[in-house]
């Protein structure tokens, strides 16, 4: 199979994948009030970069490069990383912490690359400046680009259906809870 249709594949599927995850990660968990709370704040960390990020980007109409898109072309992967990172450390799992790092590597650099080809396609003079400027995926904390006027928004924070993953985090939170007052 080409690496591009592959691609295409694992960047589709990477959604729906993560309920196989979450599903394993909450059989393997075996939380304790250390590791809630440890990868409770590294969860809310992610929460906190892709609420940021939601609330700036105005998906296929402008190229994104103020609030975290001046650090890296894609803080929303960012925060899932460290929004999965902290799952996986609350189940305190060595299991389930392998199975996440499996699954963002196998899933998320091919996503990476799908992104950075469609915003090439969609703004292809912008985009190439940007990309000189703004490294791929870990954050450079100097900037280049200037901060520019826009403003984080709750409105496109809601309309880019960001508050799912917070709720759906919190679920989460409440199972282990739930997992670790059953256990």
Do not use: Q
């Not at 898109?69 to 990172?85: A, C, D, I, Q, T």
């Not at 196998?106 to 703004?134: G, H, K, N, Q, T």
């Amino acid at each position: 199979m080409p690496e591009r249709k592959l691609r295409k594949i694992l960047y589709r599927w990477r959604v729906r994948s993560a309920i196989f995850f979450l599903v394993a990660v909450l059989v393997l968990a075996r939380p304790s009030p250390l590791w809630l709370v440890l990868g409770g704040a590294v969860s809310l960390w992610g929460l906190g970069i892709r609420a940021w990020a939601s609330g700036h980007i105005r998906k296929e109409k402008t190229l994104a490069v103020t609030g975290p898109y001046r650090y890296s072309r894609n803080p929303l992967y960012v925060g899932n990383f460290f929004l999965g990172l902290g799952i996986a450390l609350g189940t305190h799992s060595r299991w389930a912490m392998g199975i996440f790092l499996l699954y963002f590597l196998v899933f998320y650099p091919p996503a990476i690359l799908e992104e950075r080809e469609r915003m090439r396609r969609l703004f292809p003079r912008e985009y190439d400046a940007y990309r000189r400027s703004v490294p791929l995926f870990f954050p450079a904390f100097s900037s280049p680009l200037p901060r520019g006027n826009a403003r984080w928004s709750y409105d496109l924070y809601r309309r880019n259906g960001e508050y799912r993953a917070f709720v759906g985090t919190v679920i989460v939170w409440a199972i282990f809870a739930l997992i670790m007052a059953l256990g």
